[in-house]
């Protein structure tokens, strides 16, 4: 006779564990990370405080959050809409690459130009570079049927190839002594910061206000209505008359255009200049983030949020205690494992039994 | 607020210290000079940022509880640099080594708000009045390596798998392909951009379709052994970049070209700590010892080779010969300098051109 443990459908999700489920998941983190540091050698209480607490404990950190957080949550929030309708754009990190390339290229060739409108204008010619950039797969899905997950992620590294060839030849700062990068942008180009002393640039405001817009396009709109059915029931969207290319369409260009804007808004923001490496995968993270926020926005800009203090605290660990970044990756796994892993709670009930002994009446 | 984390920093410090210090008794001493690193790849990538680590520890050994070092390794050369570096000055640090030429303006910006704090930046050109810079002159290894490349190649097709097209890099290739046609005016260098320093898969294929295109040496300016590794699965050789990586190699590794970053570092720590520290800018090739070659490997050369190798590398040494030495004829055939002269530093530190011998168009 052993015991067994097996998982029962529940008949919708429970209430209780909706809520339950995270906390449980960041209290499992909490035990296996401080038994994992503790293996290390190093003081549990004190690597969980340089994880969370002292990164953000000063106004710098808290500011560094936003400017980590900001293009994490821009870029998931477009890739959610494209996510709940069922359209897998992977090549958020080539769009921001693009966005970056096009916004920077119009503020290279606005150099000396000292007006106001220098400013929307490069932020619009990021925002277009991305969607421009995402307009590919949304053209070859939409035509010819191609999968977007194949050639979005493509596409990135033909965006990365094409800045890199940039910065290396003809966009190459002339007094810079031919290495690979371009002249700084001029400040007119430049994201203002808004706290002396900090990052907090205007792109993170800006992000603020562009994550609302989507909220209230998804919860409100009939557009967002229209995602919801085709993600969920694709034939049920095709009877009401629904059209899915248009919605592939829809949601690979906003979804390019955000990170187009999370793209210029990093060159023109902390970075001031392109140059090869912009982003360290803010595409790609963001597609966790997306998942991590259960497609939701206020989920999201949570996630992401959650995800940048991870990073910060990683450098703070390593700063001041000596801990190997790949502690903090594992760390990192750990924290995602358990969040996905508590997830399954809302949907399941854990039932304890006894295997029924075979051939034992 | 602010005060609380000081405290917090503080006490981090110290438990740091006390760790580091292994349960002996806490001795009074002064505080001991903070010197922070921060390295582009992991510590551990046996290549360019596991040779600065070497460095750093060697600061340690030298130094005992008069130092305290840190590092932050894998900093991605974007916005993350500029927090990192940063930190490091924010929570008082004396003196921090910035070792990728990505830190360049990062470093800068930093410096700017905390000018008590002394910055170190590695292969960048901007300084400041706390920012000194420092690089080796690896392209004198490389012509010396280029020579015994020249001697060994039946095939006269030398493999280089590359990272970024910068003048460093450029440059390594240019004086690599001077001293193999020294020896070996038909050899022929072909070269593989990976835009990468680390990315082990890439350096992988780039070194694999060398071979394959009938390179019988293959020599790398990217950090990871895997060049070495594919050279002695098939049977070739090849050079080890920036630090000895004969046990990925043992029949395949001829040399390597060896960053010696430690005598440097203990120096400048030196400087700081005797209040003699100033922003300067240090090029050390062969004769300081900042670059130097591992030892040959005599069971792969023949000893008529490695006295052609000695003699070169003796002659850079000695200065009488530089490996920029004219006449230099660019991929066109035209001369870009005359003999009896040689490349002034300037000229190789902004190189953005082939010299003849090498195959293919620089990426611009």
Redesign the interface.
Request: aromatic residues 12%; charged residues 10%; glycine residues 16%.
């Given at each position: 006779m052993k015991m067994f443990l097996h998982l029962e459908a529940r008949g919708e999700p429970s209430r209780l564990w909706i809520w339950a489920a995270p906390l449980m998941a960041v209290f499992l983190t909490l035990a296996v990370g401080s038994a994992l540091f503790a293996a290390l050698?190093k003081?549990p209480l004190?690597a969980l405080?340089?994880f969370f607490?002292?990164p953000v404990?000063?106004?710098?950190g808290a500011t560094?959050l936003l400017?980590?957080a900001a293009p994490l949550a821009l870029i998931a929030v477009g890739l959610a809409v494209g996510f709940r309708g069922g359209v897998w754009n992977i090549g958020a990190e080539g769009q921001l690459t693009l966005g970056a390339i096009t916004g920077g290229g119009l503020a290279l060739a606005l150099g000396a130009v000292d007006s106001p409108l220098v400013l929307p204008a490069v932020l619009l010619a990021g925002v277009l570079g991305g969607m421009a950039w995402a307009a590919i797969p949304a053209l070859l899905r939409t035509r010819f049927h191609a999968n977007e997950i194949l050639t979005s992620l493509m596409l990135t590294y033909v965006a990365?190839?094409l800045l890199?060839?940039l910065v290396?030849?003809?966009w190459r700062d002339p007094h810079g002594?031919?290495?690979?990068e371009t002249a700084p942008f001029s400040p007119h180009a430049i994201l203002p910061v808004l706290l002396e002393?900090t990052?907090l640039h205007l792109g993170i405001p800006l992000a603020g206000v562009v994550i609302l817009a989507v909220w209230a396009l998804l919860a409100r709109g009939f557009i967002g209505f229209q995602i919801k059915v085709m993600g969920l029931a694709p034939r049920a969207g095709a009877y009401a008359g629904f059209r899915q290319n248009r919605l592939v369409w829809f949601s690979l260009l906003l979804s390019g255009g955000l990170a187009g804007l999370a793209g210029f808004s990093?060159a023109a923001?902390?970075?001031?200049?392109l140059?090869?490496?912009?982003?360290?995968g803010y595409g790609f993270t963001a597609i966790i983030v997306a998942f991590l926020g259960r497609l939701h926005p206020v989920g999201i800009v949570l996630a992401a949020l959650f995800m940048a203090l991870t990073?910060?605290g990683g450098?703070?660990v390593?700063?001041?205690?000596?801990l190997?970044?790949?502690v903090t990756g594992v760390f990192q796994g750990l924290i995602l494992f358990f969040l996905l892993a508590c997830d399954v709670l809302i949907l399941y009930r854990v039932r304890v039994g006894r295997r029924p002994a075979p051939g034992v009446s | 607020m602010k005060k609380t984390l000081v405290g917090l920093m503080s006490a981090a410090a110290v438990a740091v210290g006390l760790a580091a210090a292994g349960g002996a008794s806490p001795a009074v001493a002064a505080d001991p000079l903070k010197v922070g690193f921060v390295y582009v790849g992991p510590a551990s990538d046996f290549g360019w940022s596991y040779q600065h680590d070497v460095g750093r520890k060697a600061v340690e050994e030298a130094f005992g509880d008069k130092v305290q070092t840190a590092f932050v390794e894998n900093v991605q050369e974007g916005a993350d640099a500029e927090r990192v570096i940063r930190q490091f000055a924010a929570s008082g640090f004396d003196l921090v080594f910035t070792t990728s030429f990505g830190f360049m303006n990062p470093t800068l910006k930093v410096a700017q708000q905390f000018p008590k704090v002394k910055f170190e930046h590695a292969t960048g050109y901007k300084r400041a009045d706390n920012v000194a810079t420092y690089a080796a002159r690896f392209y004198e290894g490389r012509y010396v390596i280029g020579v015994i490349a020249g001697l060994m190649t039946k095939s006269n097709t030398i493999g280089y798998v590359a990272s970024f097209p910068i003048p460093e890099v450029v440059s390594g290739i240019n004086a690599f392909t001077q001293g193999l046609r020294s020896v070996n005016p038909n050899a022929q260098v072909k070269v593989i951009w990976v835009n990468s320093w680390y990315d082990p898969p890439r350096e992988r294929e780039a070194a694999e379709t060398l071979v394959a295109q009938g390179a019988d040496v293959l020599s790398q300016h990217t950090d990871s052994p895997a060049p070495i590794q594919v050279a002695e699965e098939k049977g070739i050789h090849a050079f080890g970049q920036s630090t000895d990586m004969l046990r990925f190699g043992p029949h395949a590794q001829l040399t390597a070209i060896v960053d010696n970053w430690s005598d440097y570092y203990k120096n400048r720590i030196q400087m700081v700590m005797d209040g003699a520290w100033k922003s300067e800018d240090t090029w050390g090739g062969l004769a300081s010892d900042m670059v130097h070659l591992s030892p040959y490997n005599t069971n792969e050369l023949s000893p008529e080779i490695v006295a052609k190798a000695e003699e070169a590398r003796t002659a850079i040494v000695n200065g009488t010969l530089h490996p920029f030495d004219g006449p230099l004829v660019n991929q066109a055939g035209e001369t870009v300098l005359p003999a009896g002269q040689s490349l002034p530093d300037e000229k190789i530190l902004s190189m953005d051109w082939y010299v003849q011998g090498v195959q293919g168009e620089l990426p611009k």
């Open positions: 050698g003081d004190q405080n340089g607490i002292m404990s000063t106004l710098y560094e400017v980590k990365q190839l890199g060839w290396h030849g003809p002594f031919n290495f690979p002393g990052r990093e923001g902390p970075i001031g200049q140059q090869p490496a912009l982003s360290p990073y910060l450098e703070t390593q700063l001041f205690m000596g190997p970044l790949a | -």
